[in-house]
């Protein structure tokens, strides 16, 4: 392919992206679709890189898709152990909030939460973004009391939201029980109206095409074995398709992290646990926002199949199996079925389990480290989804010029020994 | 599902009886030395975390049970447990030698300050 020596394209890129539209649809559809091209290459690797990115979920993917749409750094590889979006970003509950309580967090998830809104435009890719509102419900006096505090934070900083009180909570989730007659009744709720869902694997493929028609290599099952180093400065990583010369690395491994830092002799402030959700069979139309009950540890969304999604806690001790074990689940569904009776005979079809990197802040990691050329990007813990594209647009930018911007630098390695932690552990809600 | 043994009580029960209290042999800084803690220490013993897959040790308590904390062995991938030892004590040597290169150099520089102690 001659993606990498064609010039920049302002908008779409490279000329070989061919744009989906109605009419290619129409097209293909004329020759029952056999004709789709690949949406990406499945290239050799290079010797060398400018930039190498380890991992190619979600933010490896938008990270090198930003390197190389606002920063014009094109020779870049994405090198994923699996297959792209098989980590976390397939394996999460497609939730996007932004309600967090510090003023750095709001930053990022905000930001990310408003690229979500034209992202589809954007990569001219459907990611199915719906934002259709979402409900962190109030249980007890001191969560609403919290809550109240969260939405006052968010509407200073200019993120849409409002408490709601019972009566509303009903009318938007008719299905919930509104009783007194429970452990928690519902006193309230934090009401986010621009929160909601997107397809999750398909914001991985919208940047892997977007990244890949740019000219970055995405090169799947490569598994890093080790970081090489001159003294300070990263030389390249050895992989399972041999030596790779890189610049500079960019490591975006989520549970990953520890291992992958070790190689190159860093410790990390992160604990690797098992986070679990599940899905029902597919019922009719049920509920069209999202639910968040954070005091009894669980939430629930409808995917357009009609099958409810559904999401609890943490594991509580570390794991990197990718297979979480059952109480949790139990715990999470129990919960669920005092808040929605009607799910109490629904027959649950799927669970899984995904191995989220948890900071002793709840907040994310986005930083240079102590080896020059070497960065970091992880400590996303429960919420890394919501985060894709923020995280992807500061951290292409710290990669890019070696600094952070103005949002990124409070995410830095070094908060941990400076003592100004981002507290984010009731935002972070449920898993913990 | 985790089924543990409380090495205390010799009570058996599943995960959901104890309660996991994370990464053992984290020993606070301020103990040994409350005036002269760096940055470094202070951040090491707040967040800094082996995370290691494969042997890992770990606090646990016999939360259903006599309530005592203890010390497990257990594969972070595996989930096998391969031993429990007290609260107060270090591995047992069968059990480090399994374990990440990690963890047997954090023992080899626990020992260190008690030696330099010893010394003074």
Partial sequence: MTCAALPPQSSMGCLKMKKYSIFSLAKNAGNYHKDWERAWRSPEPKKEYDVVIVGAGGHGLATAYYLASKHNITNVAVIEKGWLGGGNTGRNTTIIRSNYLQDPS??????????YEDLSQELNYNIMFSPRGLLMLCQTEHELRAMKRTSHANRLVGIEARMIDRAEVKELVPIINDSDDCRYPILGAYYQPRGGTAR???????????????????????????ITRTGRKVTGLDTSKGH?????????????????????GLSMPIESVCLQALVSEPIKPAIDVVVMANTVHGYMSQSDKGELVIGGGADSYNNYSQRGSFPALEHTVTALVETFPIISRLRMMRMWGGIVDMTGDRSPIISKTDVDGLYVNCGWGTGGFKSIPGSGSVFADLVAKDQPGEIAGAFSLDRFKQGRTIDESVAAAVAH | MLVITCPVCGVEGEEADFHCGGEGHIARPATENPDGISDDAQRDYMFMRKNPKGVHFERWRCDRGCGKWFHACRDTVSMQIFGYYGITQRPPAALLKKADPLWQAHFEAAKKPSAKKAKS
């Fill in chain 1, 244 to 264: 790779i010369k890189a610049k500079k690395i960019a490591v975006v491994t989520a549970g990953n992290t520890s291992l992958v830092m070790q190689m190159a």
């Fill in chain 1, 200 to 226: 999750h694997d398909a914001v991985a493929w919208g940047y892997a095409r977007g990244a890949d028609a740019r000219g970055v290599d995405i090169i799947q099952q490569c598994e890093v074995t080790g």
């Fill in chain 1, 106 to 115: 709001m930053a990022i998830y905000e930001l990310s939460r408003s690229l």
